[in-house]
């Protein structure tokens, strides 16, 4: 049995957790990443249905719809800084500080993405702008309340830096899974050959979601509570992210490299305008399967043996060269258009993996340096960024694609839409493929260059995991790190 079988289905010497809890934990993540692809995937697509009659009143339903998701980030904003201070003071009477956040927040997630997805064609524009932005924010909220707790829980199961690293990439691998059901359900479902619409596919995933994520809410240990955190006031709270720099700079880097990640809203549309049909996305995504599985899976075994942000650099610059290449080539090429994505799905696919395995080391390096224990805030800035870069990235092609004359037409699938005989301008078709191929490849180059500046290493991490956890003084500490923080 090889090293990284080994480490799923038994517990590795000096790990804490057990198999039973960790598939919890990973069908957790299967469960809430199906919901949020779902949103992330096919809400543009479904906006852009529901609303494209308002173009008869005179309205650009594009920017219409663009507009309302930004304005609802003025409440996220506040949303998340609220409950991560909330998040800090609560003390639940069994001791636990995250798992009774995902007991709550359990029947919320499926019942606000449904509501998400099922905006009466039947009423006025006023009255579906209002829906929308009570949906979102109520979905918004929901997302918030399981989200802080299933990525700080890593951090009360474990103080075993290469078991939370383990555990959070093998995680990114059943995050894809759960993905993967949305994609299908969403593009197949709503396809030109079973002829439904996205209230099903929503009502699917939640149901799916539910059954997923219901075993970590009773299987999940904290073993590690930690201090008490920190009584938080709104400038205390300023002032441990004033001193926590690689939260901040991991997270602007992540905004532009998020916001400007496009491609999965544009992808049943690149498929329909530029290849002729919605499903051919899925074709590509399978044959892009295999390959990107395999490496995905070897995340945890290339991070014992190279610093994880030096990994994340390199995989970075290789996405931003094959994304290049990939637009220059053009669409004209289905072979050539499948090879490049299968190439591109492979740094992308590891990224996606350890995108998230540096807020609980920014975390111990946050409580190293100040002395104050934050979970809830850092994790907290983690959400916020999520969300936010994603009603950005869902919001740009849509304001881009209306200023390039982009026809939106009332439907309710892609079958309606092929019936109804609507072609875009030569223009609007250029744009989709810029936004689809070099506008990421943009993004991941300015967030780059921000992470270059990253330069907390792992070895650091343990000693300042140790320390935080009173194994070693803070003058063994300092004496064993690699450099002065």
Request: some cysteine; overall charge positive; aromatic content about 14%.
């Amino acid at each position: 049995m090889s090293k990284l079988t080994e480490k799923i289905t038994k517990t590795p010497r000096g790990w804490d957790t057990k198999p039973r809890e960790r598939l919890s934990y990973y069908l957790y993540f299967c469960g809430q990443n199906a919901i949020y692809n779902l949103v992330s995937s096919f809400l543009t697509t479904y906006l852009m249905f529901s609303f494209a009659s308002e173009a008869e009143t005179g309205v650009d339903p594009l920017t219409l719809t663009a507009g309302i998701m930004l304005v609802v980030k003025i409440w996220d904003a506040v949303n998340d800084a609220i409950f991560g201070v909330i998040f800090d003071k609560v003390r639940f009477k069994s001791g636990n500080k995250f798992v009774p956040w995902l007991k709550i927040s359990l029947v919320f997630i499926p019942l606000t993405t449904v509501l998400l997805f099922a905006i009466p064609n039947s009423l006025g524009t006023n009255a579906k702008l209002a829906w929308l932005a009570i949906s979102y924010i109520l979905w918004d909220t929901a997302y918030t309340l399981c989200d802080v707790p299933i990525f700080g829980v890593i951090t009360a199961m474990s103080e075993n830096l290469d078991e939370r690293n383990s555990i959070l990439s093998y995680k990114s691998i059943w995050s894809g899974i759960g993905s993967g059901v949305a994609l299908i359900l969403g593009t197949v479902l709503v396809g030109e050959y079973v002829h439904l619409n996205y209230t099903v596919v929503a009502v699917v995933c939640a149901v799916f979601a539910l059954i997923t994520m219901i075993p970590a809410c009773f299987r999940l240990e904290e073993r590690y509570v930690g201090d008490r955190d920190e009584e938080f006031t709104l400038r205390k709270m300023f002032s441990y992210l004033a001193k926590n720099k690689y939260l901040l700079i991991y997270y602007i880097g992540y905004f532009f490299y998020s916001s400007a990640n496009v491609s999965v809203a544009l992808n049943l549309f690149v498929s329909f305008y530029l290849f002729n049909n919605s499903q051919f996305s899925l074709i590509v995504s399978a044959i892009s399967l295999v390959p990107s599985a395999i490496f995905a899976f070897l995340v945890p075994h290339f991070i014992r043996r190279m610093d994880k942000m030096k990994l994340f650099r390199i995989c970075t610059l290789a996405a931003i060269a094959l994304s290049v290449v990939m637009w220059a080539v053009g669409y004209s090429s289905i072979v050539w258009f499948i090879v490049l994505s299968v190439l591109r799905s492979i740094p992308v696919s590891i990224l996606g993996v350890m995108l998230f395995l540096f807020t609980p080391d920014c975390a111990e390096y946050g409580k190293f340096k100040s002395g104050i224990e934050a979970k809830g805030i850092t994790f907290s800035i983690q959400t916020f960024m999520v969300k936010l870069t994603a009603a950005i990235s869902a919001a740009i092609p849509m304001f881009i694609l209306g200023l390039s004359g982009w026809v939106s037409v009332n439907v309710n699938n892609f079958d309606e839409l092929a019936r109804s005989g609507v072609t875009q301008t030569p223009h609007a078709l250029s744009v989709l493929w810029f936004l689809y191929v070099l506008l990421p490849a943009i993004g991941y180059l300015i967030a780059y260059f921000i992470w270059r500046f990253y330069d907390l290493n792992d070895h650091d991490v343990q000693v300042m995991t140790d320390c935080n956890a009173g194994k070693i003084t803070r003058e063994e500490a300092e004496s064993l790190l690699s450099k002065k923080y």
